[in-house]
């Protein structure tokens, strides 16, 4: 069994055996995330969600008059619950099961957006492929969030190990992987409070992308 496939089991079988919003990784108002997109693009731009998963993400950006929005994750499962729950709004989104570390992106996007796929990411050549994914997905000028468990957060979730990161250390990390090929913008840190009262604390850096490879 490959990678993907290892992975994409784990995930289907958590989505499968498990209410969404019970899961702890679950945000039921996704408000930081839509802050920072809304400072970053406007309702036109295109938002590409990395590992969006069964996230309320696509229902505010929707509600926010977004218009071009794409979500991408390895859980069909996942992606299911999230159709179901928009009902005939699901159209408005395009949706791809796929690995970040493998997906071979069919356009470039404005914004790309990741909350919780990379401090999965434990192997420095998975994180080199994540990266070099997101070189061909976004724009030159796009803006990248990236939000990964602070260096005082969580060490597993899900039963899988994460690596944690400092604002300072995911970008020194997403600076070498990107070979220097972005600004660093805002960072910052919360705290996630899960479906059964549990904190978890999390950062955020944001990226601006100076891709050589659009024209």
Avoid at 84 to 99: E, Q, S
Avoid at 127 to 136: G, P, Q, S
Avoid at 181 to 195: A, C, Q, S
Wanted: proline share 4%; charged share 25%; aromatic share 8%.
């Amino acid at each position: 069994m490959t990678d993907t496939e290892t992975r994409t089991t784990h995930w289907n079988g958590r989505y499968r055996g498990n209410a969404p919003e019970s899961l702890s990784w679950v945000e039921a108002a996704p408000e930081i995330s839509l802050s920072l997109i809304q400072r970053a693009v406007g309702p036109s731009w295109s938002v590409l969600d990395v590992g969006g998963g069964a996230s309320r993400l696509p229902d505010a950006l929707l509600d926010a008059g977004h218009d071009d929005i794409t979500v991408l994750d390895l859980s069909g499962e996942a992606l299911s619950r999230s159709r179901a729950r928009l009902g005939a709004r699901a159209d408005k989104v395009n949706w791809i099961v796929g690995d970040v570390t493998t997906w071979e992106p069919a356009r470039k996007y404005d914004l790309w957006h990741d909350r919780a796929v990379f401090h999965f990411l434990t192997e420095r050549a998975d994180r080199e492929a994540y990266a070099a994914t997101m070189c061909k997905a976004m724009k030159r000028g796009g803006t990248a969030i990236i939000m990964t468990f602070a260096e005082d957060g969580p060490e597993k979730c899900s039963g899988l190990p994460v690596r944690r990161y400092s604002s300072d250390d995911l970008t020194r990390e997403i600076t070498s992987l990107l070979h220097g090929n972005l600004g660093v913008g805002e960072t910052g840190r919360f705290t996630h409070v899960t479906p059964t009262g549990g904190e978890q604390r999390f950062q955020y850096c944001v990226f601006h992308c100076m891709n050589p490879s659009e024209g």
